[in-house]
């Protein structure tokens, strides 16, 4: 299996998917580069689901700050690198025997495939710029269940002071929760929708 050097699974996306697992949940992940963390928690998911969608154009980011050296940018856009990218991603995903359905385009154009009040668990982890994460929350957040969980990475002020800003403008910080993560300093926002 190929995965990235820099990333670790992202634990609390596995923690709020175990914390609010049920028959059929639907769980989109927004941003997925190789499967870091896709292929730790889509074994566990698919116990009892096989509605995972995981959303990525493999063109990487246009303006993402990452945490990798600068000048060493794993995650930086690049077309080209499509089609390298994305099959690296179903190679992940084959050794693990996963059913997952890959959603190859824009993350704005993918969320138009779920219909309103459908989707029970959202993780965005895609272009981290201010305009970028309010794009990515506004197109998901009205086709999340009630009772849904909404959440991502990189709730980082310092380093990613873009994401915070656009995800306190939408939900107010102290209606979010941050959740630590076991293997990585980048914080995770969660919130539940009413
Ligand atoms: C930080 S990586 C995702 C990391 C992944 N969640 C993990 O745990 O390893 C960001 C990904 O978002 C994708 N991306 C950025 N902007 C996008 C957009 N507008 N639509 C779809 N994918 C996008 C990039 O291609 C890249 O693979």
């Not at 998917?17 to 769980?27: A, G, S, T, Y």
Request: glycine share 6%; with cysteine.
């Amino acid at each position: 299996m190929k995965l990235d050097r820099y990333n670790k699974p992202i634990t609390p996306v596995i923690d709020i998917i175990l914390h609010n697992k049920k028959e059929d949940m639907v769980i989109v992940e927004v941003g997925v580069w190789q499967g870091e963390t896709s292929v730790y928690y889509i074994p566990i998911a698919q116990q009892f689901t096989k509605n995972i969608y995981l959303v990525d154009w493999f063109r990487g980011n246009p303006e993402e700050r990452t945490h990798a050296p600068i000048g060493d940018d794993p995650h930086k856009y690049d077309e080209a690198q499509h089609d390298t990218r994305k099959g690296v991603l179903i190679e992940n995903l084959r050794e693990i025997g996963a059913t997952a359905t890959i959603l190859d385009e824009d993350s704005v154009e993918a969320a138009q495939r779920f219909s309103h009040k459908s989707i029970d668990f959202c993780f965005i982890d895609a272009n981290h710029s201010y305009g970028g994460v309010k794009r990515d929350i506004n197109a998901y957040l009205p086709r999340m269940k009630p009772g849904g969980i909404i959440a991502g990475h990189d709730y980082d002020k310092s380093g990613q002071p873009e994401v915070v800003q656009a995800v306190n403008e939408i939900f107010g910080e102290n209606n979010i929760i941050i959740l630590r993560d076991h293997n990585n300093p980048q914080l995770v926002w969660s919130y539940k929708v009413e």
